[in-house]
């Protein structure tokens, strides 16, 4: 019965079975080899190996100087630019397809991956299924070996490093080249462990453009002397342009600037009978602030494509401007009135979409917790009685440009 | 020559190489280079790299014969030497120095069909184009057999990431057997 799902130890055993008795015959010089290390002295080894290494290394560095290789479709590399050094040519002409065949004389499947990883050409040929289409078999191995190399990133899990990488495939009739760009995807942990801004989360640098709007609620206040007064808070907004760094696939640190702006008004109704009868004012007091955010993010789902993150931060503001409108009376308020500085703390959490390779949809919510910046204007206003904690509750969304 | 190799007894062939004598060094590389180039090929990730990998086996297993104790397989113990010094290399030329946990890996669908119909070279490839950690991690528990416990002091890593890595060598290789078969049947259609 065909089973789709297998164990671990099944599969295992199914690999087992199919290699334990596998044999490859080594290359005619092996011995040889193996003889002058026991006589203790070592032949040079693997010299074709060394050529072929030698090359792919010149070619990588010729491409890294800008320098162009034409191939063309008889098998032979030529370079095109005079100031490459004789040197260079000989090597790069070893590793032609001759070279190939001289060395892979009967082409099975292993050599050709042999052949492929080891003999590098850079073409500027372009349509390499062009010349594909002329040969199905050809096509074929292609596919079968650029399948998994050039399909685009299924998701942002994949590493967003990319690789240069140059193939050759042969046959009699044609010779043809993929120049590409490897995307390395899930099979790469070295780079993955040991390069520090690459990884499945989009690890180094993001940009977050955003918005929020929210509004204010007060935690604790108390009118009990004044039970005239009511307060009403409206919406602010805050921009914000804040960039991160992803420490990990799962913690990020961000920071930034933010503009907000923010508006309370108020009714406030004097039953003071000092003066005989009741004075009802509508007062609104509109101020911005510039902010700037610290914040540490933790990634619930350890995946880039669909992400959960908490957030957990420290704001800092400063007072920039502010006036006050009583009965559409308006006047700035007094400086000294207003608290600078105000620190708060937030929480909240976010969570994205991806949208492309770089750029993700950001959404969430946060809550943040001020120390009042109203307090010396309320204590004009209402005697003093009113300690607010403020909190302001925020939509947010965003764009995130990552790398 | 494989008349000669057939000849010699592997008892012979093990007392021949205590005495260092080329003639049965030679006769049993002749035997078990073919076996453990196999093993190595595993390891390596192409030809040229295995056959460095084999050259320091072999000169491990002449150097120290009289270690073997004749008390299981020789081609065991031949084994045995090779996957070390397989590792042993890669470690050396640092392709396989850390690795980490990997935190998910979906599971994919096994056509086991298509897995059969492959032949040993393809799979082989396959293994070689996964990355050192990842080949390392799958020959060593596929093929070999060890646990993954054991795995984890060989390489001196945790036994969730010799999980993980294996997961994950297991999720690229399902998925390129299942393309492989995609490909067979686009052949067939062509």
């Not at chain 1, 164990?7 to 290699?19: I, N, P, Q, Y």
């Not at chain 1, 002295?41 to 010299?47: E, S």
């Not at chain 1, 009511?230 to 921009?239: L, M």
């Amino acid at each position: 019965m065909r089973r789709l799902f297998f164990s671990d130890t099944d599969f295992a055993r199914l690999f087992r079975d199919k290699l334990r008795s596998h044999k490859v015959q080594p290359t005619s010089n092996l011995w040889s080899r193996i003889e002058s290390d026991l006589n203790g002295t070592k032949k040079v080894r693997n010299r074709k190996g060394g050529i072929l290494i030698v090359t792919g290394t010149i070619i990588i560095a010729l491409v890294s100087i800008g320098y162009f290789v034409e191939t063309n479709l008889k098998h032979e590399a030529q370079i095109t630019n005079s100031n490459v050094t004789s040197d260079i040519i000989n090597a790069i002409n070893h590793s032609n397809q001759s070279a190939v065949n001289k060395q892979y004389p009967a082409v099975t499947e292993s050599d050709r991956a042999t052949a492929i990883s080891s003999v590098t050409h850079i073409s500027k040929q372009e349509p390499v299924f062009i010349q594909l289409e002329e040969d199905i078999g050809e096509l074929l191995d292609v596919s079968q070996n650029m399948d998994y190399r050039k399909k685009p990133n299924e998701t942002l899990t994949s590493l967003p490093f990319r690789s240069l990488r140059f193939n050759t495939f042969n046959n009699q009739a044609n010779h043809i080249i993929e120049t590409s760009y490897r995307q390395v995807v899930e099979d790469n942990p070295l780079l993955l462990n040991n390069t520090a801004p690459t990884n499945a989360c989009n690890m180094g640098w993001y940009v977050q453009l955003g918005a929020s709007y929210g509004y204010y609620r007060l935690l604790t206040n108390s009118f009990h002397n004044n039970p005239g007064t009511s307060v009403k808070f409206s919406p602010g907004y805050v921009t914000t342009f804040q960039f991160g760094y992803r420490l990990s696939k799962r913690i990020a640190i961000q920071t930034g600037i933010s503009g907000m702006r923010a508006e309370v008004n108020y009714e406030s109704v004097n039953k003071n009978k000092r003066f005989g009868s009741l004075v009802k004012r509508d007062n609104s007091i509109q101020f911005t602030y510039a902010q700037c955010p610290l914040s540490i993010k933790y990634n619930l789902t350890g995946d880039c494509k669909r992400t959960i993150e908490l957030q957990a931060g420290y704001v800092f503001s400063r007072y920039i401007s502010g006036k006050s409108i009583i009965n559409t009376l308006t006047y700035n308020i007094e400086e000294q009135d207003i608290k600078k500085n105000q620190h708060a703390v937030t929480l909240g959490i976010e969570a994205g979409s991806a949208l492309t390779q770089n750029l993700s949809l950001r959404y969430g919510i946060s809550a943040s917790c001020n120390t009042s910046m109203l307090t010396s204007i309320e204590s004009e206003r209402l005697n003093d009685l009113y300690r607010p904690v403020p909190m302001f509750i925020a939509a947010n969304i965003g764009l995130q440009l990552h790398k | 020559m494989n008349k000669e190799i057939a000849i010699q007894s592997e008892a012979e062939l093990i007392r021949g190489c205590l005495q260092r004598e080329r003639k049965c060094q030679w006769l049993l590389y002749q035997r078990y280079a073919p076996v453990l180039l196999s093993v190595t090929m595993r390891y390596a990730v192409d030809k040229p790299q295995a056959e460095d990998m084999l050259q320091e086996t072999f000169i491990k297993v002449f150097n120290h014969i009289e270690s073997f104790r004749s008390e299981g397989s020789f081609e065991g113990w031949m084994r045995r030497i090779a996957v070390h010094t397989s590792i042993e290399w890669l470690r050396k030329h640092q392709f396989i120095s850390q690795m980490a946990e990997i935190e998910t890996t979906p599971l994919n669908q096994f056509q086991e069909d298509a897995f059969h119909k492959l032949a040993a070279d393809d799979l082989i490839r396959m293994i070689q184009d996964l990355s050192p950690g990842y080949r390392t991690v799958f020959n060593l528990y596929a093929i070999e057999g060890y646990t993954h416990r054991e795995i984890a002091e060989m390489l001196n890593i945790s036994e969730g990431t010799s999980k993980s890595q294996f997961a994950r060598a297991r999720y690229i290789l399902e998925k390129r057997i299942n393309q492989s078969q995609k490909i067979n049947y686009a052949a067939a259609v062509l």
